[in-house]
């Protein structure tokens, strides 16, 4: 029964006591010191080019660093050249508001003398309806005659 009962216990897994771990860092201490000591004797002709060359590097960071925010001011997004396509289409549509609002003013005095005015009344019956006073002759210009395109060039001949 006894038998048993310790191989039963034996197949439960032992919770390890701190000092289980610390005896097992300091067992194992020694290897990673001799570790650490070749990593370093590996790293360190690497370690001291990069110190000696850190004036390049920082150098080369700078410039590239300044290269690419040329880069986005000029063609990003929010560029440059985007900032003068925007500010073209900006004047563009200045000038077209100015055009409209000068041809809406056109019309609007237009409107206001057909009101009021009886020789602006008189005139624009007379251009649209055909009108014409005792003694006027009104010309009517002829309609242009379409010839027909010919399909290709040798149906010219």
């Known amino acids: 029964m006894k038998v048993m009962f ?6 439960i897994p032992r919770i390890p006591r701190p000092e289980d771990g610390f005896r097992a ?3 194992r201490a020694p290897q990673a010191e001799a570790l650490a000591a070749t990593w370093i004797v590996r790293a360190r002709p690497f370690a001291l080019r990069l110190y000696n060359l850190r004036h390049r590097i920082a150098t080369v960071a700078v410039t590239v660093l300044a ?5 986005h001011v000029m063609f990003g997004d929010n560029g440059m050249v985007m900032y ?4 073209a289409e900006y004047e563009a549509l200045r ?4 055009q ?7 019309f609007t005095q237009q409107i206001q003398s057909l009101k009021s005015d009886q020789q602006a009344i008189e005139k624009e019956a007379r251009e649209q309806m055909g009108y014409a006073r005792p003694g006027e002759y009104v010309y009517v210009a002829p309609t242009p005659v379409k010839t027909a395109v010919p ?5 010219k001949k």
Do not use: G
């Open 67 to 71: 290269a690419m925010l040329f880069v």
């Open 100 to 106: 409209e609002q000068q041809e809406n003013d056109r």
């Open 95 to 98: 000038k077209q508001i100015t």
């Open 25 to 27: 860092v300091v067992e």
């Open 84 to 87: 003068r396509q925007k500010r």
């Open 151 to 155: 399909a290709n060039h040798f149906a």
């Open 6 to 11: 310790r191989q039963r216990m034996s197949k």
